[in-house]
């Protein structure tokens, strides 16, 4: 499905004491059922060879790179190993990511340890406020009012989110699944200003002076690795690229798992089971999708199953699949390419449909 729409029961809600409706019931026990299947085969247990052999082979890349770029100097020929430095330190961010979902450890400590290292000190992205707001997205995914992921300034990823965009900006939106590339351009600077401003309010995080340490740290020892080995204007280009290609592969992991699917409107209630796999689009392509997306191409099985370890979610996708085909839910799933043209029309139709709002009721009729 392209097009946002609200979905979900629209009876009035029901009070606490209530019982769930029949089809409530039948699809959180389901869950249940499959939760406790998964349980069985083990696909939740940890998976710490993997994790250690994927965390020391992308920080020994970091490091190479960055002695790479002391042996080469001052050249301009540095900015071919920007995008490197990007792709690396995607790998970094999703590790981080699963190791804020408790993937890696059993203990939750570890793995809050392991992500502040990951995301705050290597990739330079607050642990506690991506973790924040993640954490709302799981509970809500593509819910007004509480997703935080699909409210944005400058894009209107559902109709509601077009009121109050003056003319101009209306303009701007009938075309904004073609801004979408060059707007993942600017996405890592963007991500690294909501990070900075985040850990700089006080009390907005816990343990904000460990991470504002850990980020002034990371900071200080990127800008000494580009200044000593080049000058000042090409450390500024450098910078520049890593973080324009930095932000296409992150925030391009990301735009294809949710937008375009089923937008639930605000204050409406749904089971666990259907909130998750309706909401969520999967990514097929093997392993080069599996490795740029950073196992997030699987987002059924991940939104299910949020502490599975990633190579997991390949082993448990057939038996989701399945389990939803009984059910009669639909399990949504396409190639690469297939997702990015569903996101684009997606979001140009969000924008045309507040162009159309707009329309006198004649030239409307003559539309028709």
Not at 241 to 266: D, I, K, Q, S
Not at 275 to 295: A, I, L
Not at 336 to 352: E, I, P, Q
Request: hydrophobic share 45%; aromatic share 8%.
């Amino acid at each position: 499905m392209n097009d946002s729409q609200d979905v979900g029961p629209r009876a009035p809600e029901r009070t606490p004491d209530a019982p769930p409706a029949p089809a409530a019931r039948r699809f959180t026990s389901s869950y249940t059922a499959l939760a406790q299947h998964v349980r069985e085969a083990g696909l939740l247990g940890r998976r710490r060879g993997y994790y250690w052999r994927r965390i020391a082979a992308t920080v020994l890349t970091l490091a190479a790179l960055a002695a790479l770029v002391q042996v080469l100097g001052d050249t301009w020929w540095q900015l071919l190993l920007a995008p490197l430095v990007a792709l690396t330190l995607s790998q970094v961010a999703f590790l981080g990511h699963d190791a804020a979902h408790q993937q890696i450890f059993s203990s939750p400590r570890w793995n809050a340890v392991a992500s502040r290292c990951l995301a705050s000190l290597l990739a330079g992205l607050s642990h506690g406020w991506w973790n924040g707001k993640h954490n709302v997205h799981h509970a809500a995914p593509n819910q007004v009012g509480r997703d935080t992921d699909i409210d944005s300034k400058l894009l209107a990823f559902h109709p509601g989110a077009l009121e109050g965009k003056g003319r101009v900006h209306r303009w701007f939106l009938t075309h904004q699944g073609y801004w979408l590339l060059p707007l993942l351009l600017l996405e890592g600077f963007n991500l690294h200003y909501d990070s900075a401003s985040a850990v700089l309010r006080r009390g907005a995080l816990k343990r904000r002076r460990l991470e504002v340490l850990l980020l002034a740290a990371r900071w200080t020892a990127y800008a000494a690795v580009l200044l000593l080995a080049m000058s000042p204007g090409k450390a500024v280009a450098f910078a520049g690229v890593e973080l324009a290609v930095f932000g296409v592969l992150l925030g391009g992991a990301f735009v294809p798992n949710h937008t375009g699917m089923p937008v639930l409107a605000r204050g409406v209630k749904q089971d666990f089971l259907r909130r998750q796999v309706s909401s969520s689009r999967n990514v097929g392509g093997g392993w080069p999708v599996d490795f740029f997306m950073g196992g997030l191409n699987r987002q059924v099985e991940h939104h299910l199953f949020p502490s599975m370890p990633r190579p997991n979610l390949r082993l448990v996708q057939p038996l989701v699949r399945r389990h939803c085909a009984d059910l009669g839910l639909p399990y949504t799933e396409t190639t690469f390419t297939g997702a990015y043209a569903a996101v684009v029309t997606h979001l140009n139709g969000v924008g045309l449909a507040g162009r159309r709002q707009r329309s006198c009721p004649l030239a409307q009729q003559f539309r028709a």
